[in-house]
């Protein structure tokens, strides 16, 4: 019973604490924020921009990569095989790189043993970029199917994936010529395999998996990197702002330390999750009506329930970062300095959002559930996967409550950091002084 009695003791003090953040005090600097934020034309101009921001990254990697695929090649296509060159050739001259003038061959018969000899003539003219490369066929193909390429660029993809088919079928057609097969037999040997996907989930449909969702985990990934970064960013210079104008002095005058943070990060959190709503409600949109018409394989496949889960994690995410930002402006008292000491986390946030977008090759991966469930990491890597796979509801909830542990553990720490930081000002202090700043009672 004692003991009992002091443990409910204990969280009624606990719950007291946090609940003398949202007295009046904190409420009017919340509002203060808001008023400052809401009605800033920077977050007009970032909500805004921030779409087009991103139409136009993607846009400019299509248009790179369109590029990249359109240079013409010349290439010069070399055999001992009369028999190869002349199906290879035929089914080259059918493709469209080639009859678009995208692709220029020319085709020479040499023995295996003049080859080496034939490659040194060419060599200047290779390092020079007056031909592409050269293509060596041997007629011992056909056992090991192993194409040469001699170019200063071996790895062009772009080639590869032009003339790779072509390739193929001439051998594929060479390899069962006079084996009594029928040209629909030959035709389905010389067809590659597509593998399409079909996500299987605990409802009862059953639905094939097309590029949406992997888009959309991208989208996802990206707008949560970018926002906690720049809401970060922006709270960290607002705090040495503050504290290096003495502004900071007049606001503690009729507020505590805490409540000042709390007001502030709070009201940033708000601001934050009003755009973040702004910048999904075309998803929204997409999802829930049929104002749109996408291709079906480019449609994702998400509930409304996702879109309400990832404004929560977004908002204990935001509250988990905007506190340590906070922390960094409230230690130093000039942004040179701020900046670093914010490197750490950068590195909580690039990190995961690497392993999120690594997770399209495999999101069930070891990798993938740990970092899912891993504190600041699941901030990321859990919604991401959850739109690439069904992720089991007690992972889903393990991960929210290991966040809102983390959560408090970070609010606790920093405001105690930030209690003591943001009054003081001029020696940049050491790291082993803000750890000395944690063992100060309260």
């Known amino acids: 019973m004692w003991m009992k009695y002091h443990c409910t003791k204990y969280l009624f003090c606990l719950l007291e604490r946090r609940l003398q953040m949202f007295n009046k005090r904190t409420l009017a600097i919340i509002k203060r924020e808001l008023k400052m934020k809401l009605f800033s034309k920077s977050f007009i101009l970032m909500t805004l921009l921030v779409p087009l921001f991103m139409i136009g990254i993607f846009s400019v990697q299509y248009f790179v990569q369109s590029l990249s695929g359109e240079q013409r090649s010349d290439l010069i296509v070399i055999s001992d095989s009369d028999e190869i ?27 295996l043993a003049n080859f080496k000899s034939k490659l040194n003539e060419f060599k200047p003219d290779i390092l020079e970029q007056r031909i592409t490369g050269i293509i060596f066929i041997p007629s011992t193909l056909l056992q090991s199917k192993g194409v040469e390429y001699y170019s200063s660029n071996p790895n062009n993809s772009s080639l590869f994936y032009k003339i790779k088919p072509s390739i193929n079928k001439a051998l594929v057609e060479i390899y069962f010529a006079g084996k009594l097969l029928t040209e629909e037999e030959i035709k389905f040997a010389r067809k590659d395999v597509e593998i399409n996907g079909f996500r299987v989930s605990s409802d009862e449909k059953v639905a094939e998996e097309g ?13 949560l990197y970018m926002a906690l970064i720049f809401s970060g960013s922006m709270t960290m210079n607002a705090v040495v702002e503050e504290k290096s104008n003495k502004i900071v002095e007049v606001l503690l005058s009729s507020a505590s330390s805490t409540e000042l943070m709390a007001g502030k990060i709070l009201g940033t959190v708000i601001v934050e999750v009003i755009q973040m709503a702004i910048w999904l409600s075309p998803i929204v949109l997409l999802i829930s009506t049929s104002w749109f018409f996408i291709p079906p394989e480019f449609m994702p496949q998400m509930s409304f329930g996702f879109i309400l ?41 690039m990190i995961p959002f690497f392993i999120a977008l690594g997770m399209e090759a495999n999101a069930q991966s070891s990798l993938a559930q740990i970092a899912s469930l891993f504190p600041f990491s699941s901030l990321i ?52 002084e803000v750890i000395g700043w944690l063992k100060m009672s309260s």
Not at 211 to 223: E, K
Not at 384 to 392: F, K, W
Not at 394 to 418: D, H, P, T
């Open 211 to 223: 590029y949406g969702n992997r888009i959309a985990m991208v989208l996802f990934s990206f707008l």
């Open 309 to 349: 889960y990832f404004l929560f994690n977004y908002a204990i995410a935001l509250i988990t970062y905007v506190a340590l930002y906070a922390t960094v402006g409230a230690i130093f008292d000039n942004p040179q300095d701020a900046q670093s000491g914010v490197w750490p986390l950068l590195m909580l946030i």
């Open 85 to 111: 060159l002349n199906k290879v050739q035929n089914e080259i001259f059918q493709t469209g790189p080639f009859k678009s003038g995208d692709l220029t061959t020319r085709f020479e018969k040499i023995e």
């Open 381 to 432: 890597v859990m919604p991401a996967r959850m739109i690439l796979v069904e992720v089991p509801l007690w992972q889903i909830l393990l991960s929210c409550a290991i966040n809102i542990v983390v959560l408090l553990g970070i609010f606790k720490l920093a405001g105690k950091i930030y209690r003591i930081g943001i009054l003081l000002t001029g020696k940049k202090p050491k790291w082993s």
